[in-house]
């Protein structure tokens, strides 16, 4: 994986993390592995889908490696900022996983600066619940995952909760939020 130390992607990230999804509590699974520092950041710079799917497979080797990281989040710095472009990414990084033999160990998780989710408005605050600072693959291990799902009550709420949180406030709202995670220092 071609990381750019320099790269503002994974303070921006990491910014959103905190002031996006922490503390509003999009994901209250986020929290420990944040607390813990269990949370694997990598930038890279991949143009092409050859590319991001090699630095994908490099993380998931990562995360096969060590048990201690909890969840993987490839940042693509300048690459796939076109938001169908990014779909056909994660279509292939799902099947990657099933290539790999990695279904049941990992599931993708998916956030872009221009998410748009199907059937609803394009201007809807709720699109921010999947907006990003960068276009990112989220890697997450199965059974950690369903741990948490097991002890959570009524986890198939968390979007219906996270759609109306966000929808009090109009979209310029949380567009300042995420552009203001551009300001974020390493």
């Given amino acids: 994986m071609q990381e750019n130390k320099n790269s503002k992607a994974i303070p921006a990230t ?3 993390l905190k002031s996006v ?3 509003l509590q999009l994901c209250p699974f986020a929290y420990a592995p944040h607390r813990q520092n269990r949370i694997a950041y990598h930038s890279s710079k991949a ?3 050859e590319a991001a ?3 994908l497979e490099q993380a998931l080797q990562e995360l096969q490696a060590h048990p201690e990281i909890s969840t993987s989040l490839l940042i693509f710095e300048s690459g796939f900022t076109q938001f169908f472009d990014y779909l056909d990414l994660l279509d292939l990084a799902d099947l990657l996983i099933d290539q790999l033999n990695l279904r049941g160990h990992y599931q993708l998780a998916s956030f872009h600066p221009k998410y748009l989710f199907a059937g609803e408005d394009e201007q809807a605050s709720s699109h921010y619940s999947n907006r990003s600072p ?3 693959l989220h890697l997450i291990r ?3 995952m369903e741990l948490a799902l097991a002890h959570y009550p009524q986890p198939e709420n968390i979007p219906i909760r996270n759609q109306a949180l966000l ?3 109009p979209p310029s709202y949380w567009a300042k939020k995420l552009e203001d995670c551009y300001l974020a220092e390493g």
Avoid: I, R, S
Wanted: charged share 25%.
């Fill in 134 to 136: 960068f276009p990112m």
């Fill in 142 to 144: 199965e059974a950690e």
């Fill in 167 to 169: 929808n009090e406030q």
């Fill in 14 to 16: 990491q910014a959103w």
């Fill in 21 to 23: 999804v922490l503390d």
């Fill in 47 to 49: 143009q092409t889908v």
């Fill in 53 to 55: 799917l090699l630095d």
